[in-house]
């Protein structure tokens, strides 16, 4: 919910069909952000590009990758570094090439888990809207689930102390509103997020106790969307603020997620974080 734009790469080494991919791509908004496109001339580059930017890779939600550069294979041999030597499953292949004889797309997919292929004769402007678009989408999703996911672990593992329950999700907030460029948080503007469970404040990223309080109290007053038989919902007012309300047993009130996300939400978020938000507030009910 926290990215300001999505990190795409586009490596080929003929500058023209560069400079397309990039005017092609230049307008395209995934979810209300704007692409952050990178282009390369050789899988030197590209590889000398991951090397650099620390940040990049985790963030990388695309890649479309030339098969035929420096040489025959220098396409798949990028992709086999980006999946096996930086172990990075998440980010989208997907491979083009003008040569596809080369490169028998069967074989290329299973033995370099490769998310699409395509000759380059095919890439229309279309193409690459479709295919872009489709694989951001895509990376948010997987990278969301297991971001979440993990999270959910490790505050299980912390159950029993609500000190270790509140510095797990404190790191991850922290860890979730870092620039790519690894400046902290405070470079960011207007984004908060915050976890209640009933008036005890167990994580927070912008707003104080007090702050936190009066946005959960007038987004709850709000008509929410419900999430599951179990009374649970959420609420996106008109300044994209976010609540996501789990009641909780026996009357003791309801455990929130706020947040100030900086794109729109896709439905498929506030599912997930109720889901995390009950395992969040189990935990912190049975520590001390």
Request: proline residues 5%; aromatic residues 8%.
């Amino acid at each position: 919910m926290f990215q300001k734009e999505w990190e795409v790469l586009v490596v080929d080494d003929d500058p023209d069909v560069l400079e397309i991919s990039r005017l092609a791509l230049k307008s395209v908004n995934i979810y209300g952000a704007p692409l952050k496109l990178h282009l390369c001339g050789s899988k030197a580059e590209a590889v000398e590009l991951i090397a650099t930017k620390a940040q990049l890779l985790p963030a990388l939600a695309v890649a479309l990758i030339d098969v035929v550069m420096e040489t025959d294979t220098a396409g798949l041999d990028l992709c086999r570094y980006i999946r096996e030597e930086c172990n990075n499953p998440l980010t989208q292949l997907f491979i083009r090439t003008g040569q596809p004889g080369l490169a028998p797309e069967r074989e290329v997919i299973d033995r370099y888990d490769i998310n699409g292929y395509f000759n380059k004769a095919e890439a229309t402007q279309d193409k690459l809207y479709t295919m872009i678009k489709s694989g951001v989408r895509q990376h948010y999703w997987s990278s969301f689930a297991l971001g979440t996911l993990m999270i959910v672990s490790q505050v299980n593992s912390a159950m029993g102390s609500r000190q270790k329950v509140a510095s797990v999700l404190q790191k991850s907030f922290e860890a979730a509103f870092q620039e790519r460029s690894g400046q902290a948080v405070s470079s960011y503007s207007n984004v908060n997020c915050a976890v209640l469970v009933g008036d005890d404040f167990v994580a927070n990223v912008g707003w104080d106790q007090r702050e936190a309080l009066a946005v959960r109290d007038r987004l709850a007053a709000m008509e929410g969307v419900p999430l599951g038989p179990d009374g649970s919902q959420y609420v996106i007012d008109e300044n994209n603020q976010l609540l996501i309300k789990v009641p909780q047993p026996g009357g003791q009130g309801d455990a929130c997620t706020l947040a100030t996300p900086l794109f729109r939400v896709p439905e498929f978020v506030p599912a997930n974080l109720a889901s995390a938000l009950t395992c969040y507030a189990a935990a912190w009910r049975q520590s001390v």
